[in-house]
């Protein structure tokens, strides 16, 4: 029984590349959710999602950042010309989708990314 | 003001002993609660929710919402060293996303 995957693990890119993290969700599930956690400090929300279509996005930044949930295919997180300010753990969250506000949160593993 | 506000901590307490993590919010409409732990390098994963004022206890771990006060608690009783951790506050921000607080850094000596 899989829970929610994210790859990779860790990725490192140098300034100017482009980092992408993929998340698929539990199985069953068809909300996904994007956190960024600095160093000692709390996930901050990024995106919710739901199969093609973005929920909110109120906590992406307006530039270098999108996110998608296809049809088919995992979700994509997508930093253009990262930064090193963008080094940070990245988790993905998924959940049902039928139970309103008192959905549950299921957490990946994050990707942990290293801009150089 | 933070829409979640936790004491960063760090807590620490001795073993066997009750750890006390609370939470504020901001938002009055906000319906769930949920507390998460989150040991260093590893994600979050969910101990308890919790829709209703009141207490609600699942095994050493009682979680208090008073949406009055607009306040949530974390109880651990014959906490272990193996609590050691951050425990992360959620509220449900928006119908289905949440916003979360910094965490509490916990600390339970042998």
């Known amino acids: 029984n899989a829970g929610v995957m994210q790859n990779p693990r860790h990725l490192v890119r140098r300034r100017g590349q482009e980092a992408r993290l993929r998340c698929s969700p539990m199985k069953g599930h068809s909300h996904v959710y994007w956190y960024r956690q600095l160093p000692e400090e709390g996930l901050k929300f990024m995106v919710y999602l739901q199969k093609e279509n973005i929920i909110d996005e109120s906590g992406m930044p307006k530039e270098r950042f999108s996110a998608e949930f296809p049809k088919e295919g995992p979700s994509i997180l997508r930093i253009q010309q990262v930064v090193r300010g963008d080094s940070a753990a990245y988790f993905c969250a998924s959940s049902l989708g039928t139970s309103g506000s008192s959905e549950t949160q299921y957490f990946g593993p994050g990707t942990r990314l290293l801009v150089l | 003001q933070k829409e979640v506000e936790q004491n960063s901590g760090p807590l620490s307490v001795p073993e066997g002993a009750i750890a006390s993590l609370n939470c504020t919010y901001s938002?009055?409409?906000?319906?769930?609660f949920f507390w998460y732990r989150q040991y260093s390098g590893k994600s979050p994963e969910l101990i308890m929710s919790?829709?209703?004022?009141g207490d609600k206890e699942d095994g050493r771990f009682t979680a208090q919402l008073n949406k009055a006060s607009q306040y949530v608690s974390l109880l651990i009783r014959d906490s272990q060293p193996s609590d050691s951790a951050t425990y992360l506050c959620?509220?449900?921000?928006?119908?289905?996303?949440?916003?979360f607080g910094a965490g509490t850094r916990l600390t339970v000596k042998p």
């Open positions: 919790i829709y209703s004022n």
């Open positions: 938002d009055r409409v906000s319906q769930s």
């Open positions: 959620a509220v449900n921000h928006n119908n289905n996303d949440m916003r």
